[in-house]
């Protein structure tokens, strides 16, 4: 219990105003002391039993929002499977991962309550919430499309989690800019404008692989939330930004679960192709 506040509200009020003045510098006291203990709190969530909570959540909405649809159809339970893979989840971390899916299914699965303990649970953190509500994204986009449902859902969660409309519409813009540049990136459809003069492509195989270059490095400017307009400088900033708030190693220091350690690792290492591309069209060093 801190009590240092107070004892000091209480002192200082009393000396200058009487004892009412020590009345209301107690109670002053007392609101500091309480603040000081929330801030010194902020690490609670690195606990063991603040992480599987973490966890639990992210499983149990993702199950929500594959039932929302309806039917959860075998594909939705291959994707949730393919995350779990994906995080190398095995044992007993798998069981609770599929457990806390079925128990999100329920029709009667109190959501915007379960949103409101993790908010609590991360003392409004805004990097935390924005992770937790980008690996509900990985869930919905893994199939490669977003659909009304699913949307709507999305910005169910993300209300829940204070996101603006603004915010949320951003989130989901720069999601469906990654899965596009990773589609691109993974089959080896980009390539850089500078690079376009030396290869020979012919009537309309040239004209779609230059359309394929100019999406990619749209989208890759989306990655890092910053117009194509953009200087060199503020492009660096962009990326510096980005990666401070993806770094895998800051976000399991910050409470991120290690099970989730890979999927952040992967975004990361998106952020980073995305910069490259950039990089390499504008000729910067």
């Known amino acids: 219990m801190r009590i240092l506040g107070k004892i000091f509200g209480f002192i200082f009020g009393l000396m200058f105003a009487g004892w009412l003045g020590a009345i209301i510098g ?104 924005q992770m937790f509500l980008e690996l509900q994204m990985s869930g919905v986009f893994a199939d490669g499309i977003i659909d009304p449902v699913e949307r709507q859902m999305i910005e169910r969660v993300g209300r829940a989690l204070g996101f603006s409309q603004i915010d949320l519409e951003r989130v989901i813009a720069r999601w469906e800019a990654e899965m596009r540049f990773q589609q691109r990136r993974q089959s080896g459809g980009h390539w850089s404008h500078r690079g376009a003069e030396g290869n020979s492509y012919s009537g309309s195989s040239s004209r779609d692989h230059y359309e394929s270059s100019k999406q990619s490095l749209s989208d890759a400017y989306k990655l890092l939330n910053i117009e194509a307009s953009a200087t060199d400088q503020e492009v660096k900033r962009a990326y510096r930004r980005q990666m401070s708030q993806h770094h895998p190693d800051k976000l399991v220091s910050k409470g991120l679960p290690p099970q989730m350690l890979e999927l952040a690792k992967k975004k990361a290492q998106e952020i980073q192709h995305a910069y490259e591309l950039i990089k390499q069209e504008r000729g910067m060093r």
């Open 26 to 129: 107690l109670w002053l006291g007392h609101m500091f002391d309480r603040a000081l203990g929330q801030n010194f709190n902020l690490g609670s969530f690195s606990s063991a039993d603040g992480q599987s909570q973490f966890f639990v959540t992210t499983f149990a909405v993702m199950g929500h929002i594959a039932k929302a649809k309806g039917v959860v159809t075998s594909q939705e339970i291959q994707i949730a499977s393919m995350l779990m893979d994906q995080m190398g989840l095995q044992g007993e971390a798998r069981q609770q991962a599929q457990e806390a899916f079925r128990d999100g299914k329920r029709s009667d699965y109190p959501l915007e309550q379960e949103l409101q303990k993790l908010v609590k649970l991360v003392r409004g953190r805004s990097d935390m919430l």
